[in-house]
């Protein structure tokens, strides 16, 4: 089946419905996922865009746009940055955001955050940004950040949309299960504010990887805010704030 074909289908037998949200009141939390150059900035490393990517493109603009209006209203924003030790590989991938390479860095449009009040900067070196955020002695720099915020609404922006949002979100969903997080009630993950990368099944052969390395960006992007929504996680369309 044709890809536009498969996708289409997806859609109609597993749907995700969105939902236009205004943020008019304090409690609400922004969390970025990695919009760093390795996975953002075009030619900055093996798992950035090779050419410019629309979809990711407007990720960062929304993402920009959210943050800025996050930042105007004094709410609070933690940013995730993958961060490796050199040599350190993260199978099954190519060796990227090494410390020290400048791929671990926000892209341009977002390094502002680096000296904004209202932003935290957490490093993680796995996939998964809650596991990520565990210290030495076991605390938790999300869960610190939610509480000590007193957060009750997140907000999800960031890459890729189906690899480290899906596995934070899913994470975060059952800390809040179990109670981790003292006020947090709901869970949002912004379609235009996210994206994740694109492999074509063709493209991947002819590069000796696995079957499994074939990666359709239309159709994993959505197949990760549809696993996150059959989880629990709630779906935006837009997002305003007032």
Excluded at 172 to 192: F, K, P, W
Aim: charged share 20%.
């Amino acid at each position: 089946m044709e890809i536009r074909a498969l996708t289409d289908a997806v859609r109609s037998e597993l749907p995700v419905s969105g939902e236009e949200l205004n943020l008019d009141a304090k409690g609400w939390g922004l969390v970025i996922v990695d919009i760093v150059n390795g996975f953002a900035t075009v030619g900055a490393g093996n798992l950035a865009p090779p050419a410019e990517n629309p979809q990711v493109t407007q990720m960062v603009a929304e993402s920009d746009r959210l943050a800025r209006g996050f930042a105007d209203q004094g709410w609070p924003i933690l940013a995730f940055l993958d961060t490796h030790e050199p040599g350190k590989l993260e199978p099954p991938y190519p060796p990227h955001c090494e410390a020290g390479t400048g791929e671990e860095e926000l892209v341009p449009a977002l390094k502002w955050l680096e000296a904004a009040p209202q932003a935290t900067l957490v490093r993680k070196d796995c996939i998964n940004g809650f596991v990520g955020a565990i210290g030495a002695s076991g605390e938790n720099a999300v869960v610190d950040w939610a509480n000590a915020n007193e957060i009750e609404n997140l907000l999800v922006v960031g890459i890729c949309t189906d690899i480290c949002v899906m596995d934070f979100v899913l994470t975060m969903l059952s800390a809040r299960n179990h109670g981790l997080t003292q006020r947090c009630e709901e869970i949002y993950v912004y379609d235009d504010g996210c994206a994740t990368y694109d492999l074509p099944k063709t493209v991947a052969s002819s590069l000796g990887l696995p079957e499994t390395a074939s990666h359709p960006q239309d159709l994993t992007h959505h197949m990760g805010l549809y696993f996150m929504a059959a989880r629990g996680a709630r779906i935006a369309n837009t997002v305003e704030i007032a």
